[in-house]
């Protein structure tokens, strides 16, 4: 089992900054993927960014590519979302996941952490 939790959520300007954490307890992550959702009001949740974390390799939705960053520390067991030139319609939800990288399906999820971007 692994447990995740969330953390770096707030209120921020357009074009502000936030980085959000994902603490990973429960066993080591290896051949593992940990990835970012977001959930808006109203609106189905959709994929951010997801990185492996053995060899590091990063994807990104075409909404934030140039924008977010998604790293891991591995010492840590920990991955980051870095988030700037924010703006309101990133205002969502925030959560992390994780899943075998055999596996489709995330198994594991966080509770999520609110960003909100003011105009």
């Known amino acids: 089992q692994v447990q995740l939790v969330e953390s770096g959520g707030g209120l921020v300007q357009d074009g502000g900054s936030l980085r959000l954490s994902c603490a990973a307890s429960?066993?080591?992550?290896?051949?593992?993927?940990m990835a970012w959702f977001r959930q808006a009001p109203g609106k189905v949740r959709e994929f951010v960014a997801a990185?492996?974390?053995?060899?590091?390799?990063?994807s990104y939705a075409d909404s934030v590519k140039g924008r977010f960053t998604i790293s891991r520390d591995n010492a840590k067991n920990t991955a980051y979302l870095q988030m700037n030139s924010l703006k309101p319609e990133d205002t969502a939800v925030y959560y992390c996941?994780?899943?075998?990288?055999?596996?489709?399906?995330?198994?594991?999820w966080g509770q999520g952490t609110q960003v909100t971007v003011s105009s």
């Open positions: 429960g066993r080591t992550l290896n051949n593992d993927v």
């Open positions: 996941a994780a899943r075998k990288v055999f596996k489709a399906e995330y198994e594991y």
């Open positions: 990185i492996t974390w053995s060899a590091g390799i990063t």
